[in-house]
């Protein structure tokens, strides 16, 4: 199953260079204060609440951040994006520090729409 | 997602350029920066 | 081992950086300041907009509703309102709660005088709602010698109302003369008392700012001494106004770059578009929101923005290690002190621009315009005028 391979491969690095690999079983949603605005070069986002503005430096991380809503883990989104694998390390850091401004937010633990059968396997996962 | 080898360089000093490749074992990291925060405040030419 | 790669297509390098993309302009504002009245009750002897009497050719409600339009649909993500002073407009509360209620962010600055209670009240109750009293010193004397008498009270006032309904933590903003650059602990304190975060600006010599501007910008030695006093106060904000002190070393926080034209710039109360509040001048009009196509078509094919947009020559500077870091510094004080652009910023930390000045000494500068500056002093009246 790709979600199992895609964490295999990145808990097989050393952990200190993958220190955002729990964020890959994250149900995470854009806070619906963030206005996205795209560029050439990617979006620049706003949260209107904090006021703060974050620079989305590739047309990809851009496609990521806009799948999570749709997505139920933050693995999924990356690989509907076609993201290689070996650039994972860097879209986690990202997506961290989104979460650290507010523009990203856990989907809440109530049960969602996603299918029990995944979040069995995903639980297996972080065992 | 390809990704083009045409211009490898081996220099080991090259840190300032595109999307850095780390090789730790048999595995391929590549480091980018994707998200970087800027102040809403911090651009001259408004009040 | 640590291999590079070509960067895929569209995807930023590391070498090109976030500012390299802002030089280039963005394809809408981050945000811009927006005037909407040449009125003033004031008649601060440095007001970049020479503001005072109303222009009668201001923009409408309707006009200004529509240009709250055209900015949410860039996603212009916060406008920066001010004037002359914005709450003398029988709109104004309507523009803004338009705006804060439309997607667009807003952060006026006013005087203080028009905001009693019952305005603090109203804006306690808005969202996406920034406010910044202009002060420009610490104590009553060193203010309203430049900002005239009573106008220090009526902004101590002003923020009394916004702590006593609680609004939250607004800006209060100086701009730094040579006069109060002693007064920085002491400013600071006062923003601290307020619960008010504190912000910082370069006095160019732009509006009636021309007048003076010799006199009352800092010295070589105040401007080293702001410098140090910004690196060890981070979290002061300065508007990226100070960019061409970074030439003394460590960059201060911000782009470190001019954003006129290309990340930000200024609507005037009449609707003209100029690069940004500090060039209000023909030679920095990049065209009308009243023209065919309004804001939107001015931000994107007007000649002026694309020029800015260009790669800019570093001049006089090419021989200077410090370019890269103060970028040459800023268009607006070597226009109005009658320098070319591709000159050394007047207040270069080098020194650089002093042989250039004394050589055009006594010289006939551009004149700021339009000029709406009251013919005659007035005394400031106190407390809120009704309309």
């Known amino acids: 199953m790709s979600v ?39 979006a620049l986002a706003y949260h209107f609440g904090t006021r703060r503005l974050s620079f989305l430096r590739s047309p990809d991380i851009v496609a990521v951040v806009k799948r999570l809503d749709a997505s139920v883990s933050v693995t999924e989104a990356l690989r509907s994006c076609a993201i290689a694998q070996p650039r994972w390390p860097s879209f986690l850091a990202a997506i961290a520090t989104l979460i650290e401004s507010g523009m990203l937010l856990p989907v809440s633990d109530d049960p969602p729409a996603a299918a029990p059968e995944t979040t069995a396997a995903q639980k297996d996962l972080t065992s | 997602m390809s990704i083009d080898t045409s211009t490898l360089d081996s220099s080991s000093e090259e840190l300032t350029a595109s999307p850095e490749i780390e090789a730790s074992g048999d595995e391929l990291v590549i480091d980018e920066l994707l998200v970087e925060e800027i102040s809403i405040d911090g651009m001259c030419g408004v009040y | 081992m640590t291999i590079d790669i070509g960067a895929p297509v569209g995807h930023l390098t590391k070498t090109e950086t976030l500012v390299d993309q802002m030089k280039a302009g963005l394809d809408a504002p981050i945000c811009l300041t ?112 430049v900002r ?29 003369t040579r006069h109060n650059v002693d007064q920085l602990d002491d400013y600071l304190a006062l923003a601290d008392h ?56 460590e960059a201060l926080p911000g782009l470190n770059l001019c954003g006129a034209g290309r990340v930000v710039c200024l609507i005037d109360p009449v609707g003209d578009v100029y690069a940004c509040p500090f060039v209000i001048h023909d030679e920095f009009r990049a065209g009308s929101v009243r023209d065919a196509g309004g804001f939107g078509q001015v931000w994107k094919q007007s000649e002026l923005f694309r020029s800015l947009r260009e790669p800019s020559s570093p001049g006089a500077c090419a021989s200077c290690g410090s370019y890269d870091a103060c970028q040459g510094g800023c268009m607006a004080a070597k226009f109005f002190v009658g320098l070319e652009l591709d000159d050394p910023d007047p207040e270069c930390v080098k020194g650089n621009a002093e042989p250039l000045l004394a050589a055009i000494a006594g010289r006939a500068t551009p004149v700021p315009s339009p000029d709406h500056s009251r013919p005659t002093a007035v005394k400031i009246a106190l407390g809120p005028t009704r309309r």
């Open chain 1, 4 to 42: 199992s391979t895609s964490a295999e491969v990145l808990n097989s690095q050393t952990d200190s260079a993958h220190p955002h690999s729990a964020l890959l079983d994250s149900s995470l949603r854009l806070d619906p204060m963030v206005s996205l605005r795209p560029e050439p070069f990617g």
């Open chain 3, 34 to 145: 927006w005037e909407l009245t040449y009125a003033c009750n004031l008649a601060c002897i440095h007001c970049l907009s020479s503001s005072g009497r109303r222009d009668t050719r201001e923009l409408t409600t309707s006009e200004a509703i529509a240009v709250v339009d055209e900015l949410r649909a860039l996603q212009v993500f916060y406008v920066n309102i001010g004037g002359g002073e914005p709450m003398i407009r029988k709109d104004f509360f309507d523009i803004v709660e338009y705006a804060t209620t439309h997607q667009v962010g807003v952060k006026f600055s006013t005087n203080g005088t028009y905001l009693d209670r019952a305005a603090a009240e109203r804006f306690a109750a808005m969202d996406y709602l920034d406010i910044q009293i202009s002060i420009d010193g610490a104590t009553a004397d060193v203010n309203d010698a």
């Open chain 3, 148 to 176: 005239g008498e009573g106008s220090y009270a009526a902004a101590i006032e002003a923020m009394e109302h916004l702590k006593a309904v609680n609004f939250g933590p607004f800006k209060i903003s100086l701009v730094v």
């Open chain 3, 194 to 249: 307020y619960g008010a975060q504190l912000r910082v600006t370069r006095l160019r010599p732009a509006g009636r700012g021309a007048d003076t501007w010799h006199e009352l910008h800092p010295t070589q030695a105040q401007q080293r001494q702001l410098y140090d006093w910004l690196i060890d106060k981070p979290h002061v904000l300065t508007g990226d106004s100070f960019f061409h002190l970074s030439a003394y070393g």
